[in-house]
């Protein structure tokens, strides 16, 4: 065992799906670099996210707290202070504390993120945050690209639709990737452990994908997602039906051709990033550090791909809450294929232990550690899942993206209390609540998920057991920090009397 707690590479893809690695089972996508990292890691098969949205997920990967208990619950609002991220965890345990690429904070700019417990980092959050994003400055800067220039234009005279303009060089990824080198020499000479967050903005839509990698798929098989009708849009939960057609879209008459395109430039892009990914291990190995690093690769959300009629992400479908989890650490995380239910709140804690803290107060997962690294030195014994959970709010998709999204108590957002969407899922069985709908599937019969047995009543015993799942989750989830804060006030360091959560040193 290393003398000096471990570093931690944590790297993020952004709306990657679980089944778009070639470790994962993907026969035609090319990622040999995040293949060979996976061998050489726990790389887990059944691992969800509790918000499939940018913002809940991720601070709930980041805080290991439920999107209800952490209350980041939407894209561009600001973020909840209270809330104590990981970095702010390893900041305090004497790391040195950086990132690059994307964080998704509101405010979103570099000094906001340096206010959670990064010492460092270079933000692109993109899209309404530009004139925030290190990425978009850089670029400006570069002389490779004319000032005021939208960097996500495509190229109309290539076989892919969406192939960049913007050459290979200047791509957001490959930014990224360069950048998260640099920080790895920097933060690696300075003689103290690193947590290093490189978070990556693809394969995040819009599609456009450079050359070499636009290119790279041209002539691939890919498989097309079933086919809906209107009758089966029709019958969905409102919530659901109204993000299959926000702004008047009717995604699931797409034709193939376009879908195909999709599919091979969302490819591109993920071995993009898989080169990137590469480049940065071979880094860490230059500098000596391969041993005394863990590596985590995931994402913080899938995409649905046009399955189900519908583009992005937003649902609890397989496609939009399965995402790619591993994590390497040799000598010490036992590598193998596990296929435990997992979840992102699991995360903090398994990392804190792995480099020899604790489970924080108000810690609402179970780390793994006592799964991956049995019998390492203050690790939690293992407690297995049989369910995992996830809920979700969409305000803005509900309305178009037309603010402001107004929401009304009891009322939801334009009437649709999709705010109160919950889900569990067992191995066998997936369970949706919406205020007054819901929906059953059953996942070995039925792996796409076409087929709700809510209304089934030779499921009624299945689905009243997991309602139940729903309630004893919602009542216990977050008991630590609604009961114990207020009745354990003690003094702190000053004299002062705090909750003993928020107790001083
Ligand atoms: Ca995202």
Known sequence: MPTMPPNVLFIMTDQHRYDCLGCNGNAVIRTPRIDALAAESANFSLFFVQGPVCVPSRQTFFSGRYPHSHKNRVNYTA?????????RYYQEMGYRTGFVGKLHYYPPTRGYA???GFDEGLIHDAGPTDDHSDYVAWLRGSGGWPVGCDYRRCRADRMNPHTCALPDELHETTWCGAKTREKLRVMAGSGRPFFLFSSYWKPHSPFEVPEPWA???DNAEVRLPRRVTEQYIDALPAGLRAFATRGGGRHWEAPDEAILWQYRAYYGAISQIDREVGLTLDTLDGLGL?????????????????????????????????????VRYPNVVRSGAYDQLTESTDVLST??????????YGDEGRPLTGLIAPGLPGGSPYRERDCVFAENVIPEVIAGMDEPFEFARGEG????????????RTRRWKYNYYAGEEELYDLEADPDEMVSRADDPACAGIKRGMKDRLLDWMITSDESSQIAPRWYVVRDARGEWVDWERRHP
């Open 215 to 217: 290119s790279m798929y």
């Open 79 to 87: 973020m909840n202070a209270d809330v104590r991220l990981m970095q």
């Open 351 to 360: 990392l804190l232990e792995l480099c020899g803290g604790g489970v924080p």
């Open 114 to 116: 340096l206010a959670t």
């Open 290 to 326: 391969r041993d005394e690093t863990i590596v985590v690769f995931c994402s913080d959300h899938g995409d649905v791909m046009h399955e189900h009629g519908m583009v992005d992400k937003n649902t609890f479908f397989e496609s939009s809450i399965h995402v790619p989890f591993m």
């Open 413 to 424: 957002v334009r009437g649709i209390r999709h705010p109160d969407a919950k889900m569990a």
